[in-house]
């Protein structure tokens, strides 16, 4: 097992992706750039949240 950060993001509530980092930098960079996002689904305005993780992963993962 090794140490990774994985960045989590809802789009209302709801899972909208996961993406596994090898460094908080990383992570933080690209939570500060998606959350708080708007996307308008027909007539409906919903957010992003996204937020870092640390996490343990096996060794064979790749990491961004």
């Given amino acids: 097992m090794k140490p990774a950060f994985v960045l989590l993001c809802y789009l209302a509530g709801n899972p909208a992706g996961q993406l596994h980092m090898s460094n908080v930098n990383n992570c933080t960079y690209f939570k500060d750039r998606l959350a708080n996002q ?17 996490v343990n992963v096996n060794k064979q993962m790749r990491l961004w």
């Fill in 38 to 54: 708007t996307v308008k689904i027909g007539e409906e305005t919903q957010k992003y949240d996204c937020y870092c993780k640390l």
